[in-house]
């Protein structure tokens, strides 16, 4: 590994900190000191990187990652894609994300049973690039259920993009063959979704009972409950069986905020509001018309989740960005797009929803210790972006703008030499 020196950047730590002028020295995986001079002495033989005033920041973190969808338009599409051409997506979407700027992601279901681990074990031994990931399972879900596509004829439970269980018992059977398999994550879908129109999302299916045998075996294994919880009984579900990962909690009432509020130092929120609104303004090329959204639901979906994710947010419940990208409505590696959804409809401002994204993510990963932030002793997942985000935060979706990205102190994206920033070596 090399030792690299950033000089003349503009320092945004992730913390939610201002940003200040200084250098960054690299060495090895880690970042060895951070300093404010504009042009530190290089060691001998570092690479020095002349930033020009660029904003050097840490890599984000996807908390609601689907690599094995395919940006096709259903589930069926989805989980129909054979096993070996779904396995090359897989790694091709990894490369993407480690790209676009996210140098960690959590996984937050995949489409056949060991994708996600596949991957996750391929990026970590080096065979393929991509971010530090969390391996989820496939979700799991009941019959009638988000994700139950079981039909009479095809009495094959492959032929579901979900997993079926049908009691405590088979929940715990199948929990276990997961954990087999090495997930990180067990994913649960609690409550519906207005994308099945027989399970909408303010609904809520699976029992306690069956949510108990979960993570009875998730806590034996020592990793991690997440759940599909858009109606408010469920996000109350997830938090009384001691889930730490809840996606969507687009429903809330009083007594769901005054639970995710008291839980706040372990819980985290990773809404995908994103999806909401393209299948209200973005869906029609696939046969989702506005009207048609708003009979479906999303409409009034939109409305509580707003309303819900602001009240979250004064009550500093951790809301991290991520979510569905890998629909045809939400195609990949436009994820940065839910930082501007925070600011424009969240209330959050420029630098607490680029917090979320580095800070938390450091968080979420379990990794506070060394990951979220541009911090001496951390690991050096860095980016080096042109413009600065906090006065327009849409450049972080601009792959142009995204300048360099490095990973444990390699360069996975490495900057171009042109005449405004200078690459040299030291003597």
């Known amino acids: 590994m090399a030792t690299v020196l950033f000089t003349n950047v503009r320092i945004l730590d992730g913390s939610g900190a201002m940003p200040y002028a200084g250098s960054v020295l690299v060495q090895d995986e880690r970042i060895r000191s951070v300093g404010r001079s504009l042009a530190a002495a290089a060691p001998a033989g570092a690479t020095v990187i002349d930033g020009a005033g660029a ?7 996807e908390a609601h990652t689907h690599f094995s969808w395919n940006d096709a338009a259903t589930l069926d599409a989805i989980q129909r894609m054979p096993l070996e051409e779904h396995v090359l997506w897989c790694a091709k979407v990894a490369r993407r994300y480690l790209e676009a700027g996210f140098t960690s992601c959590v996984g937050a279901a995949c489409a056949k049973p060991r994708l996600d681990v596949v991957i996750r074990n391929a990026i970590n031994a080096g065979q393929i690039p991509g971010p530090r990931y969390l391996a989820a399972s496939q979700e799991i879900t009941v019959p009638g259920g988000l994700g139950d596509e079981t039909l009479p004829h095809l009495p094959f439970p492959e032929f579901s993009f979900g997993v079926n269980v049908n009691s405590a018992d088979e929940m715990r059977k199948v929990v276990r063959l997961f954990l087999k398999y090495g997930v990180d994550s067990i994913k649960l879908n609690l409550s519906g979704d207005n994308f099945t129109p ?8 699976m029992s306690d ?86 009979a479906m639901g999303y409409q009034r979906e939109w409305d509580a989740a707003i309303e819900s994710l602001k009240a979250m947010h004064r009550r500093g419940v951790r809301v991290l960005p991520g979510g569905d990208y890998g629909f045809a409505f939400t195609p990949h590696c436009q994820n940065a797009r839910d930082l501007e959804f925070f600011v424009k409809y969240l209330g959050f401002t420029p630098a607490e929803a680029i917090r979320s994204a580095t800070l938390y993510g450091g968080q979420i990963m379990m990794r ?3 990951l979220g932030q541009v911090k001496e002793g951390h690991l050096a997942d860095l980016l080096l972006v042109d413009g600065d985000p ?28 042109a005449d405004e920033r200078r690459w040299s070596r030291a003597a």
Request: net charge negative.
């Open 390 to 417: 906090l006065a327009n935060i849409a450049i972080l979706r601009d792959p142009k703008r995204i300048l360099a990205v490095m990973k444990d102190g390699v360069f996975a994206k490495s900057p171009e030499i």
């Open 368 to 370: 506070a210790h060394e």
């Open 198 to 205: 027989q399970s909408p999302a303010e609904t809520t299916w």
């Open 209 to 294: 009972a069956e949510v108990a045998a979960a993570m009875d075996e998730v806590r034996v294994r020592g990793k991690r409950g997440t759940a599909h919880a858009r109606s408010a009984a469920s996000v109350k579900q997830a938090l009384r069986h001691g889930i730490d990962v809840i996606y969507h909690a687009s429903y809330t009432d009083e007594e769901t905020l005054d639970m995710l509020e008291a839980a706040k130092d372990r819980v985290f929120v990773a809404p995908g509001i994103a999806i909401l609104y393209a299948m209200l303004h973005e869906a029609e090329p696939w046969g989702i018309t506005n009207a048609k959204a708003v």
């Open 55 to 61: 904003t050097l920041m840490p890599g984000m973190c």
